[in-house]
């Protein structure tokens, strides 16, 4: 099969879907892969090496849409590149269509078969997504004390205090992936934390791995409006797999928290968890609402490009491997939990919770000879 790789263009992303030891492992199973030139720059990747382990350098991304079987990408493809999709092509990505009606009419026009790392299941988990949530966990605290400082709009509050001065106060709603890593960083840093979260056997969990450094907290929404007003940093890390993140804070919540506080939305991929979230990029990361410093850059793991890069394609690279060996409807008949990352086919959406968030009906793809 012939893969491609073509450079991301989603404004401050410097991430790869490919790095030359995954090239290396699909060219010597007899696959031929291109990378459109200067792709794996942002993390310290030439093209040289790419060559080296068998890659053919493409010199756009015309080129690299025009001739490949199956596209490997990172983030959801832009206007101009979803245009470039056609028929019976393959890609390999995160979609994140639940807020995206734009994107999802494209890739509906396209006509090309689309399955997204966020929808992909193994056991419960959801393997391609659980190292970006990891890094936007880890992260989330990075950035929410950065906001914190009185020159970047913050209370000018330090997330651990000092002796005699008590830490700041981190709430965390959603006690997953992402919220787990965000507590882990919070209480290294010792900060004052609280997880809130609606799973009475996560919160159990948690209470166990981190004992009396942590509070947990059931979710309610007396409970999310108390802690909300008290905090000085709160993480959005809810995920519900393919849908629209649920509103947990709301405006009027916002409003009653102290001017200088910091909102860090990890949800905002899914159309983010504060009522007053909206989109930013690393180039313009926040905004004010109410006195409040909101972060909702919605590809966080894209300012660490290259962890970012080795932990995620560490875990796709099994999954192209699939798909290139056996084709997409083989790969999904094989694995129903990789058949749960298709998204679009045939001019449809085939998730359900996806269909949903977009006002649609779900048309499950026939993962059969058939299916085109």
Same mark, same amino acid.
């Given at each position: 099969?012939?893969?491609?790789?073509?450079?991301? $263009?989603?404004?401050? %992303?410097?991430?790869?879907?490919?790095? @030359?030891?995954?090239?290396?492992?699909?060219?010597? &199973?007899?696959?031929?892969?291109?990378?459109?030139?200067?792709?794996?720059?942002?993390?310290?990747?030439?093209?040289?090496?790419?060559?080296? +382990?068998?890659?053919?350098?493409?010199?756009?991304?015309?080129? $690299?849409?025009?001739?490949?079987?199956?596209?490997?990408?990172?983030?959801?493809?832009?206007?101009?590149?979803?245009?470039?999709?056609?028929?019976?092509?393959?890609?390999?990505?995160?979609?994140? /269509?639940?807020?995206?009606?734009?994107?999802?009419?494209?890739?509906?026009?396209?006509?090309?078969?689309? $399955?997204?790392?966020?929808?992909?299941?193994?056991?419960?988990?959801?393997?391609?997504?659980?190292?970006?949530?990891?890094? +936007?966990?880890?992260?989330?605290?990075?950035?929410?004390? =950065?906001? /914190?400082?009185?020159?970047?709009?913050?209370?000018?509050?330090?997330?651990?205090?000092?002796?005699?001065?008590?830490? &700041?106060?981190?709430?965390?709603?959603?006690?997953?992936?992402?919220?787990?890593?965000?507590?882990?960083? &919070?209480?290294?840093?010792?900060?004052?934390?609280?997880?809130?979260?609606?799973?009475?056997?996560?919160?159990?969990?948690?209470?166990?791995?981190?004992?009396?450094?942590?509070?947990?907290?059931?979710?309610?929404?007396?409970?999310?409006?108390?802690?909300?007003? %008290? +905090?000085?940093?709160?993480?959005?890390?809810?995920?519900? &797999?393919?849908?629209?993140?649920?509103?947990?804070?709301?405006?009027?919540?916002?409003?009653?928290?102290?001017?200088?506080?910091?909102?860090?939305?990890?949800? $905002?991929?899914?159309?983010?968890?504060?009522?007053?979230?909206?989109?930013?990029?690393?180039?313009?990361?926040?905004?004010?609402?109410?006195?409040?410093?909101?972060?909702?850059?919605?590809?966080?793991?894209?300012?660490?490009?290259?962890?970012?890069?080795? =932990?995620? #394609?560490? +875990?796709?690279?099994?999954?192209?491997?699939?798909?290139?060996?056996?084709?997409?409807?083989?790969?999904?008949?094989?694995? @129903?939990?990789?058949?749960?990352?298709?998204?679009?086919?045939?001019?449809?959406? #085939?998730?359900?919770?996806?269909?949903?968030?977009?006002? /649609?009906?779900?048309?499950?793809?026939? /993962?059969?000879?058939?299916?085109?």
């Amino acid at each position: 099969m012939h893969i491609g790789v073509p450079r991301e $263009i989603k404004v401050h %992303e410097y991430r790869v879907g490919l790095v @030359p030891a995954g090239v290396r492992e699909l060219t010597a &199973a007899g696959h031929a892969v291109s990378i459109e030139t200067g792709a794996g720059e942002g993390v310290g990747l030439a093209d040289a090496e790419y060559r080296a +382990a068998g890659a053919t350098i493409a010199p756009s991304a015309a080129d $690299i849409f025009s001739k490949a079987q199956l596209i490997v990408k990172v983030k959801e493809p832009q206007a101009v590149e979803y245009q470039m999709l056609r028929p019976g092509q393959v890609l390999f990505t995160y979609l994140h /269509l639940a807020p995206d009606p734009a994107q999802a009419r494209g890739l509906m026009a396209s006509g090309a078969t689309a $399955i997204a790392y966020e929808t992909v299941t193994r056991k419960g988990s959801l393997p391609l997504l659980t190292p970006m949530s990891e890094v +936007a966990g880890r992260m989330s605290i990075q950035v929410g004390a =950065a906001c /914190l400082q009185k020159a970047n709009g913050g209370r000018g509050v330090l997330l651990g205090g000092v002796p005699g001065v008590a830490p &700041a106060k981190v709430v965390i709603l959603g006690g997953g992936v992402s919220g787990t890593h965000a507590a882990e960083m &919070a209480v290294g840093m010792r900060a004052d934390v609280t997880v809130v979260d609606r799973s009475v056997d996560r919160l159990r969990e948690l209470s166990s791995l981190f004992g009396a450094s942590l509070r947990t907290a059931y979710s309610t929404a007396e409970t999310i409006e108390r802690l909300v007003r %008290e +905090a000085d940093l709160v993480i959005g890390a809810v995920l519900i &797999a393919g849908a629209a993140a649920p509103k947990l804070v709301t405006r009027a919540m916002v409003g009653t928290m102290q001017a200088g506080s910091v909102l860090v939305d990890i949800s $905002i991929d899914q159309g983010g968890c504060f009522e007053t979230s909206h989109p930013t990029t690393h180039a313009q990361p926040t905004f004010v609402v109410d006195g409040v410093v909101h972060y909702c850059v919605a590809n966080m793991p894209g300012a660490v490009a290259r962890t970012s890069t080795f =932990a995620l #394609t560490n +875990a796709t690279l099994p999954y192209v491997r699939m798909l290139a060996d056996l084709g997409w409807q083989a790969a999904l008949k094989k694995d @129903p939990g990789f058949a749960a990352g298709l998204n679009v086919h045939a001019g449809q959406i #085939t998730h359900e919770a996806v269909a949903q968030a977009l006002n /649609l009906k779900a048309h499950p793809a026939p /993962l059969s000879s058939a299916a085109a």
